[in-house]
């Protein structure tokens, strides 16, 4: 594969969970979410009716592509991953697959996507997008409704709350109507992909992934995929939430895929820790545990020097500002960087 080689020399990226679920904070009508605040709609199980509401009111007035991605530049960031679509099914790109989006649902009429990526060009930076491949819960057939759920954010996987009947259920409606359409948007319309990150495979069968590779390859043929996708088709290796392994024999044996068969080390010898500034991915209004620019810091050099990629998560808020707090983490970074040297 061509064109790979600044993943390798990368060392240090920017995610960012971004969608309703910040609108949200992490509260809903008096009660707390989980920790992961992005699961919002399954923690507390919010009807599809009401996140519509949400939607109808998204309008993150203060968002600056070019402020984020001068943000991540700034802080030595090689690369920026953001969420396209999260597990609400709401999408921050204008789909013609389903109009459930910031362009056409809400007030914000505006394509995050597209701005971003092209403020990442601007800057330099590789841009990647972050992609619900199997669990949306604004579909009756979104994926997760085969597995029990143990170990979940929510009430379940899939929207049990809206759609109980598991037995109706069939993904590969979802699957052909709109995750494979909006795959194809995305790999088409907004310039270079260099990274399709997915997440939470559990319905998918091998055949599905297969499809979801082979169409990011077509469109996109230097797209470094990560490994949950699912079924063993990828390029490179996406470690557990917040894993920070103690040597490369743990990065290589330690991983837990959701139990997907066929798991593989990375063919190219790539490897990635995603992780957060404090408990959750998206904005979280009530969660103040944030980590130290030193334990940022001391993390980045850990893995680094195991040739592991760090990519550091912000959840932008309502209005489509960084929180304060991450600002002064990663700032505090670059600063311990400079001493260092």
């Not at 969420?83 to 204008?94: E, M, N, P």
């Amino acid at each position: 594969m061509d064109g790979i080689k600044w993943f390798k020399e990368a060392k240090y990226g920017l995610m960012l969970h971004f969608g309703l679920y910040s609108v949200l904070g992490g509260v809903y009508k008096g009660k707390r979410s989980h920790n992961y605040a992005e699961w919002i709609q399954s923690g507390l199980a919010i009807p599809n009716r009401e996140m519509e509401k949400i939607a109808r009111s998204f309008d993150p007035i203060y968002f600056d592509a070019d402020e984020w991605a001068k943000f991540a530049y700034d802080c030595g960031m090689k690369y920026i991953v953001i969420t396209t679509k999260h597990h609400d099914g709401f999408a921050l790109f204008k789909s013609s697959a389903d109009a459930y989006n910031c362009v056409d649902f809400s007030p914000f009429k505006r394509d995050i996507i597209k701005e971003l990526s092209q403020a990442c060009k601007k800057y330099g930076l590789k841009f990647g997008i972050y992609y619900s491949q199997d669990l949306d819960w604004h579909e009756e057939n979104g994926g997760g409704y085969k597995t029990e759920p143990v170990g979940c954010a929510g009430v379940s996987w899939d929207n049990s709350w809206d759609f109980p009947c598991k037995e109706k259920k069939d993904f590969n409606i979802t699957f052909r109507n709109k995750i494979i359409p909006q795959i194809k948007e995305i790999m088409t319309g907004y310039g270079e992909i260099s990274l399709a990150w997915f997440d939470m495979p559990m319905t998918l069968t091998p055949e599905q992934s297969q499809e979801i590779y082979d169409l990011v390859k077509k469109y996109q043929p230097n797209c470094l995929v990560n490994s949950r996708l699912g079924n063993g088709k990828y390029d490179y290796v996406s470690l557990g939430d917040n894993e920070i392994p103690d040597n490369k024999a743990s990065a290589d044996g330690a991983i837990d895929f959701n139990s997907i068969e066929g798991f593989k080390p990375s063919p190219y010898g790539f490897y990635e820790s995603a992780c957060t500034l404090n408990d959750s991915w998206g904005y979280n209004s009530w969660d103040h545990n944030w980590k130290s620019s030193e334990q940022i810091f001391n993390n980045k050099k850990k893995l680094n020097a195991l040739d592991i990629n760090y990519l550091i998560n912000i959840g932008p808020d309502h209005l489509g500002r960084f929180p304060l707090e991450a600002q002064e983490i990663l700032k505090g970074v670059v600063e311990l960087e400079k001493k260092e040297k």
